[in-house]
């Protein structure tokens, strides 16, 4: 649709007809009358020059005052979404995370597995979040960085490998590259979820110096357990195999989440229902309708006109 952004500049066009009104009735009020120049014989090559002039002039004016009420065509309406809301996923894919102890449908999957069933469900519901996704292990990196696309974030979630990222599990240092991506965003919205199975083996960071980096940006933790602690022959737990639980609710703790621990996969999926209700995704929808202007069309119409009332174009008459 076809419209001007400000119509009330168009009040501007009879203003050249205002001022030669005013200028002429100037001239004749308390004024001895004499023949002026206007009214002198003109010869017939001046009079249309004069009258292209004019004409030329008053298609300029017009194309500037039409330039000044920005003339523009409007598209349909189209909605965007509106969130409070930037979570980043951080997930471990240390070796422990290849453990087969978790059931999903009859069978048995690996933690890994579990949780990439899980999860989508959860990233495919947050419609209106930008999600974002971190990979870790004995090192941390970035595999999807915050955006709207949860079906993309869903995608890179299941094509995570145990491994990738080595055998180890650095807990510090994913809760720091999270901080790191979130900290440009919006202070209220800066949420963290970080799953592992282990505790912190590897990284710069530990666990209770990235909270406080992310209790100073911010960034709300919350964080998950998964798997069983695995016990030698005699009943005794094989040491590593264990989530370091004092560990993880710290975080949680200091930065105003809260810790869960799922060793099976009902419990999984009580989980992310319980990260629905304390992270809801508050979206709605935001109308924008694409607009594509046409001022400067108007404006270089008037600027070409304008150069046809230069000088040299009067030399060229003779």
């Known amino acids: 649709m076809f419209e001007f952004a400000l119509p009330l500049a168009l009040l501007l066009l009879p203003l050249p007809f ?11 009020v308390g004024a001895l009358l004499l023949p002026s120049i206007e009214q002198l014989p003109q010869s017939s090559e001046a009079a249309p020059f004069n009258v292209w002039r ?3 002039a ?3 004016w017009v194309c500037l005052v039409v330039a000044l009420a920005q003339p523009q065509v409007v598209g349909e309406a189209e909605s965007l979404p509106v969130t409070g809301r930037d979570l980043m996923m951080a997930l471990d894919i240390s070796g422990s995370m290849e453990n087969r102890d978790f059931f999903w449908q009859g069978q048995r999957l690996s933690r890994l597995d579990a949780v990439r069933a899980v999860a989508s469900d959860f990233v495919l519901r947050r419609q209106g979040d930008r999600v974002g996704l971190i990979l870790f292990g004995s090192k941390p990196y970035l595999q999807t960085p915050l955006t709207f696309d949860t079906k993309t974030v869903d995608y890179f979630l299941q094509d995570a490998v145990v491994g990738l990222a080595g055998k180890s599990t650095a807990i510090g240092d994913a809760i720091g590259l999270a901080v790191k991506r979130l900290r440009d ?3 209220e919205s800066r949420v963290l979820i970080l799953l592992t199975d282990g ?3 590897a990284g710069e960071l530990l666990p209770k110096q990235a909270a406080e980096l992310a209790k100073e940006m911010n960034v709300r933790v919350h964080t998950i357990g998964v798997g069983r602690e695995e016990r030698s022959f005699f009943g005794s737990v094989v040491r590593g195999s264990g989530i370091d639980e004092a560990s993880l609710r710290e975080v949680a703790e200091t930065t105003g989440g809260q810790f869960f621990k799922a060793q099976d996969t009902s419990e999984l999926v ?3 229902q ?3 209700a304390l992270e809801p995704a508050e979206a709605g929808d935001e109308v924008f309708k694409p607009r594509k202007p046409f001022f400067h069309w108007a404006l270089a119409a008037a600027l070409l006109l304008s150069l046809l009332l230069l000088e040299p174009w009067r030399w060229q008459r003779g």
């Open 270 to 272: 009580g989980v992310y």
């Open 199 to 201: 505790d912190n083996t």
């Open 58 to 60: 008053l298609a300029a």
């Open 185 to 187: 965003r919006p202070a």
């Open 274 to 276: 319980a990260l629905d």
């Open 18 to 28: 205002v001022v030669l009104w005013l200028s002429r009735a100037k001239r004749t």
């Open 54 to 56: 004019r004409i030329v």
